[in-house]
């Protein structure tokens, strides 16, 4: 059975006495308490059994000045014997009212004034812990490193030892004011809340289950938070707390989503509700978090996802990318060549050049396209095509008219040797498995290129302005939106990426060539590119030799001199093409 442990680190000063209440519950205060802990105790440990229990970490001021009696500082004796009721008596005081039944542990540590004595008190408190602990810790009187080496301490052990936090309590005494002033008050006036940082522990864990999930695909911490941490916010609003189902929704779409991609179920993806899964992203809203800086971490997860919203009939070629990234080598090289076949089925179907023939969900168009990508350069005599070419040579001949399937040809012939050499299991042949993935690489490039430049087959007519730049378009001045609409309709933004000074030359080109693909996809009308230069410029040259329209925005410098500074204000002026 899980304990229930509450950890605390009482100070050394002289308190005064109050009255401490929960954030916003007034009405729930306990009255009259010098120490914190009291008041803690009292309203959070109140199911402690025997078998739980109470750990205060003392260093020898604080054993001495206020866990023991008469400890504080004596203004006319210049000692430290001042009459002091401590906080050992005081529990021993609500443990005789029936108040507490865990056990009280009183555990020396160093002051802390050096890094060997901060890890020593991080392996003492630590040592305290057993796996599954339920853990309330109290951080009001923690001083120096402490508060964070107890953060840092709770997020080691909930990996290491998976405990609960219950709660991370700091009782806001000065709120109130200078304790000798308050000192002064009525006690009834003296009402301190005590603030529960719990949020701020559940947002590690939020991190580090954002970053599985984009770093690894993971979404097993996401999933076990969004159950675990949002049912009791549910709860506690009836169902009201519109943060809280928006979070399930979005862990319900993750939960589908990444195991069509780790088993590769082409079908499932293209038919997958990636609107409403962009839809429920966009539904966040950080103003109603209950842990404000949740916001961003939800955006990390949508930035992971963000590839599939606009890639339509391409949804397979972004999961070829998701497998890439996550080292999903076997299931990428399927879906590579799986979702080319797919595609080119709704390539031709689209063109009509065969009636509804090419139904992509049906085995004969599928095996179809495979021989006459196998066929070239030099296809076999028809007298020696077999299988549905064979049967429905006419169509054959036509789809080995396109200079698509010559383009593809060499590259899908490849992919299906390495294809069928990974899944054999390496008995047959003798490739390195380091080359597998870069195979997958290169061939997931070539056809991602070659097919990108007939989407406009399979897409709608170019249209909208595509803002490619560090500037979102939400920012811009409003003659810039309103001139950008009145050309081209509507406004998308694509992020500028992270260019880094040290890269070369080809690591450059090849991110330009990742993000020729990413603008062809989103078909618009003109890019409005503006940033790092030598990345502008080879983006530009493949987009110019793409037929789209490039834009950079032309300003006025205004410079005007203030107090003895110089103010300096760009006004936007117009579109200029490149």
């Not at 680190?9 to 929960?22: A, I, K, M, Q, S």
């Not at 947002?203 to 993971?218: E, I, R």
């Not at 490849?414 to 597998?436: P, Q, V």
């Amino acid at each position: 059975m899980p304990r229930n442990l509450f950890l605390s680190f009482p100070g050394t000063n002289n308190y005064v006495e109050c009255n401490y209440h929960p954030e916003g519950k007034p009405e729930e205060k306990i009255e009259n308490v010098k120490y914190v802990q009291e008041a803690l105790i009292q309203l959070y440990c109140q199911d402690f059994g025997s078998e739980d229990a109470l750990y205060f970490f003392l260093t020898a001021d604080s054993r001495s000045r206020n866990w023991e009696n008469d400890g504080q500082f004596n203004k006319e004796t210049k000692q430290y014997n001042l009459p002091n009721r401590g906080l050992a008596e005081r529990l021993e005081g609500l443990r005789d009212k029936g108040l507490i039944r865990a056990a009280v542990n009183p555990v020396s540590i160093p002051e802390g004034f050096s890094t060997e004595q901060v890890w020593d008190i991080f392996q003492t408190v630590y040592d305290c812990l057993q796996p599954g602990d339920r853990v309330i810790l109290d951080i009001t009187h923690a001083f120096r490193s402490l508060p964070m080496l107890g953060m840092a301490l709770i997020h080691y052990a909930k990996a290491l030892k998976q405990i609960e936090v219950a709660g991370i309590y700091y009782g806001a005494f000065e709120k109130l004011g200078p304790a000798p002033v308050v000192a002064k008050w009525p006690l009834e006036e003296r009402n301190a809340p005590i603030l529960n940082l719990q949020s701020f522990s559940e947002l590690q864990d939020w991190t580090a289950a954002a970053h599985d999930f984009v770093q690894y695909g993971k979404p097993d911490k996401w999933n076990t938070l969004a159950n675990k941490k949002i049912d009791p916010i549910l709860k506690e609003t009836q169902g009201g707390d519109e943060v809280a189902r928006n979070i399930r929704d979005i862990n319900t779409y993750i939960q589908q989503l990444t195991p069509i991609l780790n088993t590769n179920r082409g079908a499932e993806l293209l038919n997958f509700r990636f609107d409403r899964l962009n839809e429920i992203l966009n539904n966040f809203s950080a103003d109603r978090s209950y842990i404000k800086p949740l916001n961003p971490i939800v955006e990390e997860v949508k930035q992971k996802v963000a590839p599939f919203f606009n890639a339509g009939p391409l949804s397979w070629m972004e999961g070829v990318n998701w497998c890439i990234q996550h080292e999903l080598i076997q299931q990428g090289i399927t879906q590579l060549q799986e979702g080319l076949l797919t595609w080119l089925c709704q390539y031709f179907d689209e063109l009509q050049i065969a009636g509804d023939f090419f139904d992509w969900k049906k085995e004969p168009p599928r095996t179809l396209l495979s021989s006459a990508l196998s066929f070239l350069p030099g296809p076999p005599h028809e007298s020696e095509w077999g299988g549905p070419i064979g049967k429905h040579k006419e169509i054959g001949k036509r789809v080995l008219r396109f200079p698509l399937i010559k383009r593809l040809a060499t590259t899908y012939q490849d992919l299906g040797r390495i294809r069928n050499d990974i899944n054999h299991g390496g008995y047959t042949r003798t490739t390195k498995a380091s080359d597998f993935s870069e195979a997958l690489r290169q061939y997931a490039a070539e056809i991602n290129k070659i097919i990108t430049l007939e989407a406009e087959v399979l897409g709608k007519e170019p249209s909208g302005l595509l803002n490619l730049s560090n500037h979102p378009a939400s920012g811009w001045p409003d003659n810039q939106k309103k001139l950008g609409r009145e050309l081209y309709g509507s406004i998308d933004d694509l992020p500028f990426p992270q260019i880094d000074p040290d890269w070369s030359h080809e690591k450059v080109e090849a991110l330009a060539d990742d993000y020729f693909n990413r603008v062809l996809r989103r078909r618009p009308a003109a890019v409005h590119l503006m940033g790092e230069m030598t990345f502008t410029l080879a983006l530009v040259q493949r987009l110019k030799a793409a037929g789209i329209l490039c834009l950079a925005s032309t300003t006025n410098r205004l410079v005007k001199e203030e107090n003895g500074q110089k103010i300096v204000r760009f006004q936007f002026v117009r579109f200029r093409a490149y």
